[in-house]
């Protein structure tokens, strides 16, 4: 049975979007908070200052992706990315495949610490959810098993 991610980001990136998970169908997981921004010192200091999504370091582009799902990282990256692994994004159609061929590389679906403010944070163009969030996805996605893709829309 096919398994779809849908992240849908607002055209004002400084918003959360929501990201959910349908299996045949039918929504098995969500709909969860995410975040599709990039962090504005780090775009910057990569020359790309607008976080323009089809730039290395820009937001996350939308467009088609091929997922496959990564272990939880080392301890010394959990506050980064979390510790219940990632969702590897390897973008085939849209604006996605555009960043790629421009040089966009690294997308992933992942969680980490939530800022001071108890919020989610920006990334360097992934997607980011809690870690509670991540860990509820990527259970279900081992559960569905099979291949996974993940849309990524404006809305």
């Given amino acids: 049975m096919k398994t779809e991610i849908l992240v849908i980001l607002p055209a004002d990136r400084n918003r959360l979007g929501r990201l959910v998970v349908d299996t045949g169908g039918k929504m098995v997981f969500g709909p969860v908070d995410c975040f599709g921004r990039a962090d504005d010192r780090a775009a910057r ?78 990334t360097y163009g992934c997607v980011r959810v809690s870690n509670g969030d991540m860990e509820g996805l990527m259970r279900r996605l081992r559960e569905a098993g099979g291949g996974v893709s993940c849309r990524v829309e404006e809305g």
């Fill in 45 to 122: 200091a990569r020359g790309n200052a607008n976080r323009d999504p089809l730039k290395p370091f820009g937001d996350t582009p939308t467009g088609m992706y091929r997922c496959h799902l990564g272990s939880a990282p080392a301890p010394a990256v959990t506050r980064t990315y979390g510790p219940h692994g990632w969702v590897a994004l390897d973008p085939v159609s849209g604006p996605a495949l555009r960043a790629k061929k421009n040089g966009r590389f690294g997308l992933l679906i992942h969680g980490g610490d939530l800022n001071a403010a108890g919020r989610l944070r920006p």
